[in-house]
């Protein structure tokens, strides 16, 4: 059980990594959902840029639950493919930041205004995430 709920050596097959992102997209919507309900949300005024000071506890939870369940379901389906997870992860986070950097110092290659990413950034995202869910489990 453990195994599951914190990814040591645990292997996720095509099915069940669709499945538990579902499962965590279903999650984490109730999370925001009673986050918002409760009033821990800040409002924003409208035409106001939203700040760090605007973050709360339940907010800041929410995010470090939903990071370590996203790193955890990518890690367990990385080695359920045979792959290291530990380098493809930083590997994926470090194109990332590159992507984003790159976005920031040149406006005209984002996606768009308000856009952090480039498309070749957007394309790594869809071929890891592709490989993921399509990519066969390896045998060992």
Same mark, same amino acid.
């Given at each position: 059980?453990?195994?599951?709920?914190? *990814? =040591?050596?645990?292997?996720?097959? %095509?099915?069940? =990594?669709?499945?538990?992102?579902?499962?965590?997209?279903? #999650?984490?919507?109730?999370?925001?959902?009673?986050?918002?309900?409760?009033?821990? =949300?800040?409002?924003? #005024?409208?035409?106001?840029?939203?700040?760090?000071?605007?973050?709360?506890?339940?907010?800041?939870?929410?995010?470090?639950?939903? #990071?370590? !369940?996203?790193?955890? /379901?990518?890690?367990? %389906?990385?080695?359920?493919?045979?792959?290291?997870?530990?380098?493809?992860?930083? *590997?994926?986070?470090?194109?990332?930041?590159?992507?984003?950097?790159?976005?920031?110092?040149?406006?005209?290659?984002?996606?768009?205004?308000?856009?952090? *990413?480039? #498309?070749?950034?957007?394309?790594?995202? /869809?071929?890891?995430? *592709? !490989?993921?869910? =399509?990519?066969?489990?390896?045998?060992?």
């Amino acid at each position: 059980m453990l195994d599951y709920l914190f *990814g =040591f050596n645990a292997r996720l097959g %095509r099915l069940q =990594f669709l499945l538990a992102c579902i499962a965590l997209a279903v #999650v984490m919507t109730a999370i925001c959902v009673a986050i918002a309900a409760s009033g821990h =949300f800040p409002r924003i #005024v409208r035409g106001s840029q939203p700040s760090w000071e605007m973050l709360t506890w339940p907010i800041i939870c929410a995010s470090i639950f939903f #990071v370590w !369940a996203t790193v955890n /379901l990518y890690a367990m %389906r990385l080695r359920d493919i045979g792959w290291d997870a530990v380098c493809v992860i930083v *590997g994926w986070i470090a194109i990332v930041i590159v992507d984003g950097i790159i976005a920031m110092k040149v406006p005209s290659w984002s996606l768009g205004p308000g856009h952090h *990413g480039t #498309v070749l950034g957007s394309i790594v995202n /869809l071929v890891v995430y *592709g !490989a993921l869910l =399509f990519w066969p489990s390896s045998d060992a």
